[in-house]
């Protein structure tokens, strides 16, 4: 009997998007928190006493700032090393770019796969072969798995890829293979990386993405961890998932159409921050809080959204262990326009000529002409998922033209209200 772990994509010190640029983000999460969470892959490791490690590509995150993160990766390594658990790494897209890594000498117990061509790693002790090849360049648009060699009759064969299958959305297309092509090759075990979301592509064979190690944006929600396998007589008898992940992203969705008071509002987004920390792990949370449903407090929550902002920050500081990462408003009027401002009142006008606004992109960029010129001259890597310059397509300026017609309603209303 012997047991792995396979991981991948653990971005090693890249920064958690989306959170250090406000005040009352929890930095001492944040900074650490891909170093806390390899911690806890190590330990996981040490603790079921396995026998490899496998890292499927993207250990790193592009070019280190300095040697640490590899003196600190180093480091991991000597703690297996000592338990007599060996590593086995292929690159990725992100890794072929540091050029540190390179040079950085690795402990005995790692071997980490050639870019030329497939390698084929035997241990011969438990009786298992590891096939696997390293990228060259961060852009991979050859199909690697074709090369790999056929399965070894007399050994446990595991694949170690870097790969996209088929396409997965937001993720680039790299070392493109089919699952067909993946089976064929009569392998027991696909180890897959490059995809941070957890997925099953097959049972028989075993064909999994583990997903990333610490989700680092709202992009990026639930658990992430590692899979733990265990293996008896040449057969895979369990396939475990593991979350280990300090900080966790994830989105609260509030249904506020039973509220008739701000009171209710507040008593539904405490509930739901409850149930959310309860579903936790004991994890610190990023939360992005979305209002949704007909209610009577839609006026109410559109004309004042930044005192509710800091009102419900306030409920989530008060609860504890979670951070509001951001909140949107998607409540809709209980009653119509025209039932509230009736036919023929300037009020009624008003509304009608809002109701007419149109804004697209074109008319977008006349207003601010130096918008589109600005963003194509910026660096790729500034368009986060927290990009600062608003999306100009159909779709998110019909959006954007929704939200203020609404919030102009919204302040005509609180202004005739207070008549």
């Avoid at 250090?20 to 999460?29: I, W």
């Avoid at 957890?198 to 990333?212: A, K, L, Q, T, Y």
């Avoid at 998932?241 to 159409?257: K, M, N, P, T």
């Avoid at 310059?389 to 102009?408: N, Q």
Wanted: aromatic fraction near 8%; hydrophobic fraction near 40%.
């Amino acid at each position: 009997m012997f047991r792995f772990i396979h991981t991948a994509d653990i971005h090693l010190d890249s920064p958690l998007k989306g959170l250090e640029s406000y005040e009352d983000a929890p930095v001492d999460e944040i900074r650490g928190a891909t170093r806390r969470a390899f911690e806890n892959l190590i330990d996981l490791a040490i603790e079921e006493t396995v026998n490899f490690v496998l890292i499927a590509g993207d250990l790193y995150d592009g070019d280190w700032k300095d040697y640490n993160t590899g003196l600190f990766f180093v480091r991991q390594m000597s703690r297996l090393d000592k338990a007599g658990i060996r590593v086995f790494i292929v690159s990725g897209n992100h890794d072929a770019v540091n050029q540190i890594t390179k040079t950085m000498p690795l402990p005995g117990n790692v071997t980490l796969y050639s870019h030329k061509k497939p390698q084929s790693v035997k241990l011969d002790d438990i009786g298992v072969i590891i096939h696997g090849q390293s990228y060259a360049s961060r852009v991979v648009t050859e199909n690697l798995a074709l090369q790999y060699p056929q399965y070894d009759s007399n050994y446990f064969n595991i694949g170690l890829l870097h790969t996209s299958l088929t396409g997965r959305e937001g993720h680039e297309d790299y070392a493109p293979c089919t699952p067909d092509e993946l089976k064929s090759k009569g392998y027991d075990y696909w180890a897959l990386g490059h995809v941070h979301k957890r997925e099953v592509i097959s049972e028989d064979p075993w064909v999994i993405f583990p997903g990333n190690l610490q989700g680092r944006h709202i992009k990026e929600t639930g658990a992430k961890g590692a899979t733990l396998v265990s293996v008896e007589d040449s057969r895979i008898t369990a396939v475990d998932e593991r979350a280990l992940d300090v900080l966790r992203w994830g989105i609260c969705q509030v249904d506020l159409s039973e509220c008739e008071t701000i009171d209710n509002v507040y008593n539904a987004i405490r509930q739901a921050f409850e149930r959310e920390l309860d579903l936790a792990d004991g994890k610190v949370l990023a939360l992005r809080l979305v209002l949704t449903g007909r209610c009577h407090v839609h006026t109410r929550l559109l004309s004042r959204t930044e005192q509710y902002e800091e009102e419900f920050r306030g409920i989530a500081a008060g609860i504890g262990d979670i951070w509001i990462e951001k909140i949107v408003f998607r409540t809709v009027r209980k009653v119509s326009v025209k039932e509230i401002a009736g036919d023929d009142t300037p009020v009624a006008g008003l509304m009608q000529s809002i109701g007419s606004l149109e804004l697209d992109g074109d008319s977008l960029l006349e207003f601010v002409p130096e918008l589109a010129v600005l963003k194509r001259k910026l660096p790729p890597d500034i368009h986060s998922p927290n990009d600062p310059f608003p999306d100009i397509s159909s779709g998110k300026i019909a959006e954007l033209r929704t939200e203020v017609k609404e919030l102009l309603i919204a302040k005509l209303l609180q202004h005739e209200e207070s008549q």
